[in-house]
């Protein structure tokens, strides 16, 4: 019978729920894109972080991650190698030799990362090929080439097939140089592709460096839905001598980047909720208001305060379940629709990848995500009927009856 009645009540006054049922569906839909299009930013960042930067997890000596002294290679990597490709979890593999020197064309130097990678271990592990807009990805038999990103080069003021030449200490600490010929230049959200990263074949470097067969890194990703923390840990006790570290280790970064993103998402929650309560508090006071007389006689005729109160928040219960679904309905398509054709901010596309991100952003959201987002909106919607419901329940039967 309660329900009964409070389900006539709210369509007693159809504009004025038709109002709070529309605020509820974009207030829904609002809070769904606002958090689908930030985890998108989130998404991207780390996402091409782990693609050209870190991969899903990298093993190297103790004591290379120190201060990446050359001559602390991995030991046994052969050993490494097999064991990493009969993990399913792990997808690709790569292994790469790394020093730190200069590299100078014939009008300007600069310090950079040199990496000796295989191109085709590579190509499967980060997709270093696909970044190539100018030249080729390593795709003759020609010693001695390289690949460089694109505002390296523009410092360097080179481009494809010119000579530069890299300066680096070998293995026994002697100043070592070989001359290059840029075969291809890199084009990346990634900061580090793109500034300070040069790309030499594994055999060229380790000839210079004195290191032939050994390899300072090796990186390997990991099939969707594994637990990349899980995998490294396994791998440190696998093997105690080598260092193991899953993403979350080698960035630390990109934890600090998901923290904030989720309490930036928990205050953009607060907001919207917070708009969405004074709404229904202000239309169920008004409801209230203009019911004085009618709640006056149910309460003169024997309803008791606690149902009287129990009604006023019933019909709030209603209207949230009348325009949540609806809302999370809303955001649901249009982040499904956004999450398959992405959000193209080409335009801004130079300041995004100044600061490592990718210029078409794809929206998503998990199913925890609409899960908290339907029980905050029920739970915002019973907290705001509290006052009003409490404000019934206060009249007195006699002189609520007499009110105009």
């Known amino acids: 019978m309660l329900m009964r009645i409070a389900w006539r009540n709210v369509w007693r006054n159809k504009?004025?729920?038709g109002v709070v049922i529309g605020a509820m569906i974009v207030g829904i839909w609002a809070l769904a894109f606002g958090?689908?299009?930030m985890r998108s930013f989130l998404l991207s960042y780390i996402q091409s972080?782990?693609?050209?930067?870190?991969?899903?997890?990298?093993?190297?000596h103790p004591e290379f991650t120190i201060d990446q002294d050359i001559k602390f290679t991995i030991n046994d990597q052969e050993s490494i190698l097999a064991h990493l490709r009969n993990q399913k979890s792990i997808e690709n593999i790569c292994s790469r030799s790394i020093v730190n020197g200069m590299i100078a064309s014939s009008?300007?130097?600069?310090?950079?990362?040199?990496?000796?990678?295989?191109?085709?271990e590579e190509s499967h592990v980060t997709q270093l090929d696909s970044l190539v807009f100018d030249?080729?990805?390593?795709?003759?038999?020609?010693?001695?080439?390289?690949?460089?990103?694109?505002?390296?080069?523009?410092?360097?003021?080179?481009?494809v097939k010119s000579k530069v030449v890299l300066t680096f200490q070998d293995v026994n600490g002697n100043i070592t140089a070989g001359r290059f010929r840029v075969a291809g230049i890199l084009h990346a959200a990634s900061i580090v592709i793109n500034e300070s990263s040069a790309y030499v074949r594994k055999e060229d470097i380790n000839r210079l460096l004195g290191i032939e067969g050994y390899v300072h890194e090796i990186a390997y990703t990991t099939v969707e839905g594994t637990d990349d923390q899980a995998l490294a840990d396994q791998l440190k006790n696998d093997f105690p001598s080598e260092k193991t570290e899953s993403w979350e280790e080698l960035s630390p970064a990109l934890v600090f980047m998901q923290q904030m993103m989720g309490a930036t998402l928990k205050i953009l929650i607060v907001i919207i909720m917070t708009a969405l309560a004074f709404g229904i508090v202000n239309t169920m006071l008004m409801a209230v208001l203009e019911r004085i007389r009618e709640l006056g006689v149910l309460m003169a005729l024997g309803m008791?305060?606690?149902?009287?109160?129990?009604?006023?928040?019933?019909?709030?219960l209603l209207l949230s379940v009348a325009g949540g679904p609806l809302g999370l309905a809303a955001g649901y398509i249009t982040i499904f629709y956004l999450g398959k054709r992405g959000i193209d901010?080409?335009?801004?596309?130079a300041g995004l990848e100044a600061i490592g991100y990718e210029s078409i952003l794809y929206p998503s959201l998990n199913l925890n995500d609409y899960i908290q987002i339907g029980i905050g909106v029920v739970l915002t919607a019973m907290l705001a009927s509290l006052y009003p419901a409490w404000k019934a329940t206060r009249y007195n039967p006699a002189e609520a009856i007499h009110s105009l």
């Open 304 to 316: 008791r305060r606690t149902r009287v109160f129990l009604m006023i928040m019933i019909e709030t």
């Open 107 to 120: 009008r300007q130097a600069t310090g950079v990362r040199i990496v000796g990678i295989d191109p085709i």
């Open 135 to 159: 030249g080729e990805y390593f795709s003759s038999n020609t010693s001695n080439t390289l690949l460089i990103g694109e505002r390296l080069a523009e410092k360097l003021k080179v481009k």
């Open 49 to 60: 972080s782990i693609r050209f930067e870190t991969s899903n997890g990298q093993i190297h």
């Open 15 to 17: 504009g004025r729920s």
């Open 345 to 349: 901010l080409t335009e801004y596309s």
């Open 35 to 37: 958090g689908g299009f």
